[in-house]
């Protein structure tokens, strides 16, 4: 098993451009989210999805979309790029019933 | 609702001293607690997890904590600090219905000094 795969490992956006975050897993894992890391802040969750054509707000929802589409994949859009978005983002997942969560290596994102 | 405070957002140690992380939490029902370990540059690996068995919990490089329901406290000590042990600590809960968010703290730095 790969686990949770995050893709890309950087990224260097300039305000107002979009991009996708891609987070994929391969453990048939229901439940998946996604943290943005910042200094000082720990991990606050951004949105989660309990299964596939659900989804749900975290903590700090604003300026990211969700879908989950398929079991194995749950991509982060940012539809338009701010500075405030710079952190490390990551996905991780987990059996609904299994309270253990996995996590992906991280994307680190800059927005100039 | 869960929440997690961790008292001290950075702890420093000598080696071969006792290292105690200290996290308070909040929670509306029963609670599932984790440590969480993060090394400089690499993602969060689990230390180990309170789910209602066992208050006392052990997990992996020599760390155990105690759930105290009456102080609402899941601290994680270890007996003897390594030098390996310095990275970033964070405390997590959710909640024990299928589905319920993990919710973090804003960690703790623990630094080790020979």
């Known amino acids: 098993n790969a686990g949770v795969t995050q893709t890309p490992k950087f990224q260097v956006l300039k305000t107002g451009q979009s991009m996708t975050l891609q987070c994929a897993q391969d453990m048939n894992h229901e439940y998946m989210s996604w943290y943005r890391q910042d200094p000082g802040m720990g991990l606050r969750l951004i949105h989660y999805s309990v299964g596939a054509g659900i989804t749900d707000q975290g903590e700090v929802p604003n300026g990211y979309n969700v879908s989950r589409s398929t079991t194995e994949d749950f991509p982060l859009r940012l539809l338009s790029a701010a500075p405030s978005q710079t952190s490390v983002y990551f996905c991780a997942s987990r059996k609904t019933t299994v309270f253990e969560q996995y996590f992906g290596p991280g994307t680190r994102l800059t927005v100039t | 609702a869960q929440s997690v405070t961790q008292l001290g957002s950075h702890v420093s140690v000598s080696e071969g001293a006792l290292v105690l992380l200290r996290c308070n939490y909040s929670s509306s029902v029963p609670p599932y607690l984790f440590w969480y370990v993060q090394y400089p540059n690499q993602g969060l690996q689990l230390l180990l997890k309170?789910?209602?068995?066992?208050?006392l919990v052990k997990g992996i490089n020599g760390f155990e904590a105690e759930f105290k329901k009456s102080e609402t406290s899941f601290h994680l000590t270890k007996p003897s600090a390594h030098m390996s042990d310095a990275a970033e600590y964070f405390c997590a809960v959710s909640g024990n219905q299928a589905g319920t968010a993990l919710i973090f703290g804003k960690g703790t730095t623990l630094s080790v000094s020979s």
């Open positions: 309170y789910t209602s068995a066992a208050t």
